[in-house]
């Protein structure tokens, strides 16, 4: 029954899916209240910068390993999930502002998102890649291909029948 409980406490089920199809071109970790007293920061979270995609998102905005990761649009965050979190839903090309810290001193940026090579599913606090399928076929094109198979099964029963009367004698339905 406890367990019951605390399924209805964490909120609706199944929680809802988020997509997040962009980066920050970021690799992060989370952070501890000591790591972030030790770095100068003041918020009660914050994701630790390990490493910045070379002319990715987050280096055109200034983003260096070492910093640390305060807010994302607008959302506090203090790792990789809450960062995908807060990227859920946008697009490539979206500006969306970024709060840091860098030498114990706070810092905001614009970074302009770029699509992620593989989109994420997330689940709750859980995100999982998204498998990639092709692209479903069209119905035009669909409809175009059963049209080729019909025109040319049609085109072979055609054939058979004109050989079948050029031999009118021979009863070809015999065992």
């Not at 920050?24 to 952070?31: P, S």
């Not at 689940?123 to 076929?137: A, D, R, S």
């Not at 029963?157 to 339905?173: A, F, H, I, M, Y």
């Amino acid at each position: 029954m406890a367990a019951l409980a605390g399924l209805v406490a964490a909120g609706p089920w199944p929680p809802a899916a988020r997509v997040a199809a962009v980066r920050l071109g970021v690799r992060v970790v989370a952070t501890t209240a000591q790591l972030r007293k030790t770095l100068g920061v003041e918020r009660p979270k914050g994701a630790l910068v390990l490493e910045v995609e070379s002319d990715g998102p987050a280096a055109r905005a200034g983003v260096q390993a070492g910093d640390v990761l305060t807010q994302v649009a607008g959302k506090p965050v203090g790792d990789a999930a809450e960062i995908l979190d807060a990227l859920a839903g946008r697009k490539a090309g979206a500006e969306v502002p970024i709060g840091y810290v860098r030498d114990r001193e706070a810092r905001t940026a614009t970074v302009t998102l770029a699509p992620a090579p593989r989109r994420r599913m997330g689940f709750g606090g859980w995100w999982f890649p998204v498998p990639e399928f092709g692209e479903p076929e069209s119905l035009p094109r669909a409809w175009q291909r059963f049209q080729d198979r019909i025109e040319r099964e049609l085109r072979d029963l055609d054939e058979r029948l004109r050989k079948l009367e050029k031999s009118p004698g021979v009863d070809r339905t015999a065992a």
